[in-house]
């Protein structure tokens, strides 16, 4: 995925392309080609100039590409360290409150604000997530109901039916499904 974002930051897509053929290596070799894939993800985007233009995953207002894709990227490595760590065992590396609250702020705002979110209610919900060592503006107030994608905003809009909080790494790893969620 990275040579995938790589690509349209490097070459201005503008339209969606496919992912690609995964390489058939292993070991040694395997871990090899996924350094250099984030090696050139990482020189892309310094390279990229501030006003680029290509397509994006989602559309979020005030983002632009560019800082579309260092953030999608951002999340995608350390949803993936995660999984990694998991796998062999052991203490995970820590995530910075800052950087789960953002995550959290894009699964929330951009892959749940899209059409295709499949996340409804019977009868109109509202969640509250809350970060509890991210700040003050790490909370979000998540409307469900049967009709259309869940719309999230950044603050304690009205009353909540449910409320998930906890440590801003916790939700992001359940947010996420790596997790269990905090309690």
């Not at 992912?19 to 058939?24: A, F, H, T, Y």
């Not at 951002?74 to 609250?101: C, F, K, Q, W």
């Amino acid at each position: 995925v990275h040579r995938w974002a790589a690509g349209f930051v490097a070459e201005g897509h503008t339209e969606p392309r496919p992912i690609g053929e995964e390489p058939d290596l292993a070991g040694a070799e395997l871990v090899a080609w996924y350094r250099a894939s984030h090696r050139l993800l990482v020189d892309t985007l310094s390279a990229a100039p501030a006003d680029l233009e290509c397509w994006t995953v989602l559309a979020l207002p005030g983002l632009s590409p560019l800082e579309f894709w260092t953030r999608r990227q951002a999340h995608e490595t350390t949803v993936h360290r995660y999984d990694a760590e998991a796998a062999r065992g052991g203490a995970p590396s820590p995530i910075a409150a800052d950087l789960a609250a953002d995550g959290i702020d894009e699964l929330l705002r951009g892959f749940h604000g899209r059409s295709r979110s499949r996340v409804r209610t019977t009868e109109p919900r509202a969640l509250r997530v809350r970060a509890t060592d991210a700040g003050p503006d790490a909370i979000w107030t998540v409307r469900l109901g049967p009709d259309g994608p869940p719309v999230t905003s950044r603050q304690a809009d009205g009353e909540a039916d449910a409320e998930l909080f906890g440590p801003a790494d916790q939700l992001y790893l359940a947010l996420w499904n790596r997790a269990p969620v905090p309690g």
